[in-house]
């Protein structure tokens, strides 16, 4: 027989071998060519940053961390999801910020004249969680807290949360502050900081990769952007964290600004601390990404002092109007109906006790047809005289399929649940056990298409320590939005802080795929 015969049956006897094989693993209706929606699975791998919490020896600091049961633990069994995993939080290596490196503006000295190398580090996780379902805390006191980074795999990926809360007790930042840790980006807006001569804010950049980042930091005030004489090219090393005081990066005094942060190279986790001489202290987190229309849910109903802070992004102004949604209903606030600001600009505006004693939401929407993205802020004082406590709500995403925030105390926390459309929400919502014990427990609740819901969430029966807060919208429901407010009085003075819940994203789209045979005859 000649080669080419035999190299065309060995051809032949291949593909039908391929044909054959193809036919056997093939799933079952594979002839179907027709497009099918992409599956929603459980995410293989979750990271979160917590900044370093505070330059206070006084500081009295707890960790918590949750992963939820549900559809994602379902979803994975008998998959490579299906391995328990891990979940931990990690120091971040310290950064000898303002040894002689201008990368890094400010970021030398704490508020005590402290290098931020003088912390200890450590690779001993700080916090680790074991099971879905069952929430984990830590604590740390005094000032060399660090940074911490964090990741999470197999079933304990899908929603992992985590918050680090901060109690001092006494000096110029005594106060209550809380922030959740948040998963890294390259793109990150705060509107609400200052550098007004009554505020310290710091920026706080954390690089959870192996590589450096480099970061630029760009102020917005009244007037537009603020001439900065230091903010590009900012170095964070790797798995580091570097904090950067936002005085020592421009001369002018602003009591409200806008500080916007991109990397060039890399990513990282960005939150803003403020502390106020006369009004305690507590995070400033990043608001939702530019939108036409913002929502800032549960401002709390004893507020005694709201601020708006609002940037236009983009070439032209944004006009705004501004609805207060409470228990009964949507309304305008008095003598503050719309809001009108300039492009590249930051605007404020006093709110003053918006709430008159009943929880709310604002609500930002476009006027007649603008369509100018805007991002935002509110600054919420509770309190009078000596004994204020501040706290920052930004705008916020909607809760999607379910979102998670940590360290409740019985007695001490309450969520507020907003529906600022049209229709109304169904929400499910689940108490966790407690970290050191207790039951979960679950209620839904309804919440009226333009309202606000606050509500005393249902304690873990037999609760010990602290526990974790689940909340379920029914996807045939209108959008919900929804935060925590926790509170622990000392000394007449009102600490709190509020956290906003936005999606967890605890599941990902993966197109459907088959196999197709007729590339072989190409």
């Given at each position: 027989?000649?080669?080419?015969?035999?190299?065309?049956a060995?051809?032949a006897?291949?593909l039908?071998a391929?044909?054959?094989f193809?036919?056997?693993?093939?799933p079952?209706?594979?002839?179907d060519?027709?497009?099918?929606?992409?599956?929603r699975?459980?995410v293989?791998r979750?990271?979160?940053?917590?900044p370093?919490?505070?330059n206070?020896?006084?500081?009295?600091?707890t960790y918590?961390?949750?992963?939820p049961?549900?559809?994602?633990?379902?979803?994975?069994?008998?998959?490579?999801q299906?391995?328990p995993?891990?979940?931990?939080?990690t120091p971040?290596v310290p950064?000898?910020a303002?040894d002689?490196?201008?990368?890094?503006?400010?970021?030398?000295?704490?508020?005590?004249?402290k290098k931020?190398?003088?912390?200890?580090a450590?690779?001993?996780?700080?916090l680790?969680?074991?099971?879905p379902?069952?929430?984990?805390?830590?604590?740390?006191s005094?000032a060399?807290?660090?940074?911490l980074?964090?990741?999470?795999d197999g079933l304990l990926a899908?929603g992992?949360a985590a918050?680090?809360t901060t109690?001092?007790?006494?000096g110029?930042?005594?106060a209550l502050?809380g922030?959740?840790c948040?998963?890294?980006?390259a793109?990150?807006w705060?509107?609400g900081a200052?550098?007004a001569?009554?505020?310290?804010?710091?920026v706080?950049?954390?690089?959870p990769d192996?590589?450096?980042?480099v970061a630029?930091?760009?102020l917005?005030g009244k007037?537009g952007p603020?001439k900065a004489?230091i903010?590009?090219?900012?170095?964070?090393p790797?798995?580091?964290?570097?904090?950067v005081?936002?005085s020592?990066?421009?001369?002018?005094?602003?009591?409200?600004l806008?500080?916007?942060?991109t990397?060039r190279?890399g990513?990282?986790?960005?939150?803003?601390?403020?502390t106020?001489?006369?009004?305690g202290?507590d995070w400033?987190?990043?608001?939702?990404d530019?939108?036409v229309?913002?929502?800032f849910?549960g401002?709390p109903?004893?507020?005694?002092d709201v601020?708006l802070?609002?940037?236009a992004?983009?070439?032209?102004d944004?006009d705004?109007k501004v609805?207060?949604?409470?228990k009964?209903?949507?309304f305008a606030?008095?003598?503050?109906?719309t809001?009108h600001?300039?492009?590249g600009m930051t605007?404020?505006?006093?709110l003053?006790?918006?709430?008159?004693?009943?929880?709310g939401?604002?609500v930002?929407t476009?006027?007649a047809d603008?369509?100018?993205?805007v991002?935002?802020?509110?600054?919420v004082?509770?309190?009078?005289?000596?004994?204020?406590?501040i706290?920052?709500?930004p705008?916020a995403g909607p809760?999607g399929?379910?979102a998670?925030?940590?360290d409740?105390r019985?007695?001490?926390?309450?969520?507020?649940?907003?529906?600022p459309g049209?229709?109304?929400a169904?929400v499910?919502v689940?108490s966790?056990?407690?970290?050191?014990g207790?039951?979960?427990q679950s209620?839904?609740?309804?919440?009226?298409?333009g309202?606000?819901l606050?509500?005393?969430p249902?304690?873990?029966?037999g609760?010990?320590?602290s526990y974790?807060?689940?909340v379920?919208?029914d996807?045939n429901?209108?959008?919900?939005?929804a935060s925590?407010?926790l509170?622990?009085?000392q000394d007449?003075v009102p600490m709190?802080?509020?956290?906003?819940?936005s999606?967890?994203k605890?599941?990902v789209?993966?197109?459907?795929?088959s196999?197709d045979l007729?590339?072989?005859?190409?």
């Amino acid at each position: 027989m000649k080669r080419t015969t035999l190299s065309l049956a060995a051809g032949a006897a291949a593909l039908a071998a391929l044909t054959g094989f193809a036919s056997l693993t093939a799933p079952a209706g594979s002839a179907d060519t027709g497009a099918k929606a992409p599956a929603r699975l459980p995410v293989e791998r979750s990271s979160l940053l917590c900044p370093a919490p505070s330059n206070s020896d006084l500081a009295q600091t707890t960790y918590t961390a949750f992963t939820p049961k549900g559809a994602a633990q379902s979803a994975a069994q008998g998959t490579s999801q299906g391995k328990p995993g891990t979940a931990v939080l990690t120091p971040a290596v310290p950064t000898p910020a303002g040894d002689g490196d201008p990368a890094a503006p400010g970021a030398g000295k704490d508020g005590k004249g402290k290098k931020a190398s003088d912390k200890p580090a450590s690779d001993k996780p700080v916090l680790a969680l074991k099971e879905p379902g069952k929430p984990a805390a830590a604590t740390a006191s005094g000032a060399d807290a660090p940074a911490l980074t964090g990741s999470a795999d197999g079933l304990l990926a899908p929603g992992w949360a985590a918050q680090q809360t901060t109690q001092i007790t006494g000096g110029v930042g005594r106060a209550l502050l809380g922030t959740n840790c948040t998963a890294p980006d390259a793109d990150f807006w705060f509107p609400g900081a200052s550098t007004a001569k009554d505020r310290q804010d710091y920026v706080h950049l954390t690089n959870p990769d192996d590589t450096a980042a480099v970061a630029d930091i760009d102020l917005f005030g009244k007037d537009g952007p603020v001439k900065a004489d230091i903010g590009e090219g900012i170095t964070i090393p790797a798995k580091s964290s570097v904090p950067v005081l936002l005085s020592t990066l421009t001369g002018t005094v602003a009591d409200d600004l806008t500080v916007h942060i991109t990397t060039r190279a890399g990513r990282i986790g960005a939150v803003v601390q403020a502390t106020d001489a006369k009004a305690g202290a507590d995070w400033l987190p990043a608001s939702a990404d530019p939108a036409v229309s913002q929502v800032f849910p549960g401002i709390p109903g004893d507020a005694t002092d709201v601020r708006l802070i609002v940037h236009a992004k983009g070439a032209d102004d944004a006009d705004l109007k501004v609805k207060l949604a409470s228990k009964g209903g949507s309304f305008a606030p008095a003598e503050l109906d719309t809001v009108h600001v300039k492009s590249g600009m930051t605007a404020s505006f006093d709110l003053k006790n918006v709430t008159r004693g009943e929880a709310g939401s604002l609500v930002l929407t476009p006027d007649a047809d603008d369509d100018t993205p805007v991002v935002a802020a509110l600054r919420v004082v509770r309190g009078t005289g000596d004994k204020q406590e501040i706290a920052f709500i930004p705008a916020a995403g909607p809760v999607g399929t379910r979102a998670t925030v940590t360290d409740n105390r019985d007695k001490a926390s309450t969520l507020a649940l907003t529906a600022p459309g049209t229709k109304d929400a169904t929400v499910k919502v689940t108490s966790s056990a407690g970290t050191e014990g207790g039951e979960q427990q679950s209620k839904t609740y309804t919440v009226k298409a333009g309202t606000t819901l606050a509500v005393d969430p249902p304690a873990p029966t037999g609760l010990k320590g602290s526990y974790a807060l689940t909340v379920e919208p029914d996807p045939n429901g209108g959008p919900v939005y929804a935060s925590r407010t926790l509170a622990v009085p000392q000394d007449g003075v009102p600490m709190f802080t509020v956290q906003t819940l936005s999606d967890d994203k605890g599941t990902v789209a993966v197109p459907a795929a088959s196999q197709d045979l007729t590339v072989l005859e190409k």
